[in-house]
C-alpha cells in the first residue's frame, strides 16, 4: 500500500499561488488539498471556484476539495468545470448526502465524505457504499495550524474496520506531521493532507520525502 501526501493550499503563500502549486508537484505531492469554506458552516472564508479556475493552470497535481459549506450542490458543477479530482463534502452538512455523492460521481470527480472531529464514525455506515475515500478531520475545522485531537487515532481504525473487504483511502486532517504520521497511518490512514509540515518548510521535497517514509514504517507495522 502506498501512502499519499496531500499538502494543504491554506499554509501555502496566496501572493504567489502560481509558484506554490507548482513547487509542491515538483517536490514530490501526490494531491493538492484545497479547503473551500464559507463562513457559515465554519467561522473562516477562504476561497471557491474563481481561485481555483486561475491555478488549476498551473497545477500539474491533483485537486482534491474539501467542502466545508452548507451548499456543497452548488459548488459541484463550478469545481467538474475547473478540473478537480476529488471533493468531499460533510455529512454534518448534507440533508441528501446520496444525491450529493451520485452528483459528484456523475460530474466525473471522486466521491468521499468528511467527518468533524465529534461525528462518530457510525454515521458512515450507509455513506461506505457509496464513497470512494473518506476524510476524517483531527481538528475542528476552519483554521490551520491546530494541534491533532488524538481521539481521532481511535476513529480512523474504528473507520478502517468498517470498510474491511473493499477498497477505502482514508485520509486525515489536521496537525499531521512528522510526529505523527506514523502512527496515524499504523491506524488505517491513506492519504496524509499535511499544511504547515510541507508548505512551511524551507525544502518542501525533503518535507514530503520524509512524511512519506514515516508513512510507509507505519504501513509496515500493519
Same mark, same amino acid.
Given at each position: 500500500m502506498d501512502i499519499r501526501i496531500a499538502p494543504s493550499l491554506l499554509s501555502a503563500d496566496f501572493a504567489r499561488l502560481d509558484r506554490e502549486v507548482a513547487e509542491i508537484h515538483e517536490a514530490g505531492a501526490d494531491l493538492l488539498h484545497l479547503d473551500i469554506m464559507d463562513g457559515h458552516f465554519v467561522p473562516n472564508l477562504t476561497f471557491g471556484p474563481q481561485i481555483i479556475a486561475a491555478l488549476a493552470p498551473h497545477a500539474r497535481t491533483a485537486l482534491d476539495a474539501h467542502l466545508m459549506v452548507t451548499d456543497a450542490d452548488a459548488l459541484l458543477s463550478p469545481l467538474a468545470d475547473c478540473g478537480v479530482s476529488r471533493v468531499a463534502v460533510h455529512v454534518e452538512a448534507c &440533508?441528501?448526502?446520496? =444525491? &450529493?455523492?451520485? &452528483?459528484? =460521481? @456523475?460530474l466525473g470527480m471522486i466521491p468521499g465524505v468528511a467527518l468533524n472531529p465529534a461525528t462518530p464514525a457510525s454515521t458512515l455506515e450507509e455513506a461506505l457504499n457509496w464513497v470512494d475515500f473518506v476524510l476524517v478531520m483531527s481538528v475542528n475545522p476552519g483554521f490551520g495550524g491546530q494541534s491533532f485531537i488524538s481521539a481521532s487515532i481511535k476513529k480512523i481504525a474504528l473507520i478502517r474496520k468498517m470498510a474491511s473487504g473493499r477498497t477505502l483511502d482514508i485520509s486525515v486532517d489536521g496537525g499531521v506531521g512528522p510526529g505523527n504520521a506514523e502512527e496515524i497511518v =499504523?491506524?488505517?490512514? &491513506? @492519504?496524509?493532507?499535511?499544511?504547515?509540515?510541507v508548505f512551511g518548510q524551507t525544502d518542501r521535497r525533503a518535507a514530503i520525502r520524509k512524511l512519506r517514509a514515516l508513512g510507509q514504517k507505519g504501513v509496515s507495522q500493519c
Open positions: &440533508t441528501h448526502l446520496n =444525491r &450529493t455523492l451520485s &452528483t459528484i =460521481r @456523475t =499504523r491506524a488505517g490512514a &491513506t @492519504t496524509l493532507i499535511a499544511g504547515s509540515s
